[in-house]
């Protein structure tokens, strides 16, 4: 027994160790982005001034913000909701990416000065002067909800896109977001169902975010961030191609696109 025990404490602290070294070298990533964007925005010594807080910098950290916390919310649900290891892998990574960029959007707006919740202000007012700002129901996942698959009574439900004011919809409150229906329904879901409903609203959800990110690509000022924008919209249209694999290999298909 005592041997067994040995090794086990052995294997938890190789596990520590993993999970240790995971967390640190995020950590050395998101404090070399804040400080990278601080001196772009002429937070220390340079001469541009830092985003007011008002601005598309600010009003895009503050929203891509709370958009990836739903993400890595829905990202955790489904791990804990399959034994599928593709889903399980494309869930980890977007919970692992999206909770790490998270950290360096509050990071600049902490580096600013700024607040991360600006009263007052409906999500993305900042994109207004964007082309990308559309509330559509092609950026919002609102089209047609037929090709649901083997979703049983989901093939109905209420999915809430943003209106064009951006208005919160059962809970939904930016293009691409699930509502509180679909999150419950999430929850509930297991194995195929819980797939299939995931990569369907991770699809609109990435939808949304990459209409944000466009919009931040074309608005922002500050150099770090405008480049952060562009990769979200580079890896988020590649997660969406894998998605749309995914959802055929089960005889689903996304709701929208």
Known sequence: MSAVSSAARSVTRTQ???????VLALLFAGTATVASAGRDSGTGTESAPAPTADSADAGFARDMAVHHQQAVEMSFIVRDSTDDEEVRRLAYDIANTQANQRGMLLGWLDLWGLPKVQ?????????????????????????????????????????????????????SLMPGMATKTELDQLRQARGKQAEILYLQLMTDHHM??????????????????????????????????????LLKARGAKPRTG
Do not use: F, R, Y
Not at 16 to 22: E, F, P, Y
Not at 122 to 150: I, L, Q, R, Y
């Open 16 to 22: 520590w160790a993993a999970i240790t070294a995971v």
């Open 208 to 245: 949304g975010g990459v209409s944000m990110a466009q919009g931040c690509v074309e608005l922002c000022e500050v150099g770090t961030e405008k480049d952060l924008a562009a990769g979200m919209v580079a890896a988020q249209q590649s997660e969406m191609g894998l998605m749309a694999d």
């Open 119 to 171: 009263s007052g202000q409906e999500p993305m007012a900042w994109m207004e002067k964007s082309g990308s700002g559309s509330s559509s129901g092609a950026a919002s996942g609102s089209g047609d909800h037929s090709d649901m698959g083997n979703m049983g009574d989901m093939s109905g439900m209420d999915h809430g896109s943003a209106s064009s004011k951006h208005e919160a919809h059962d809970g």
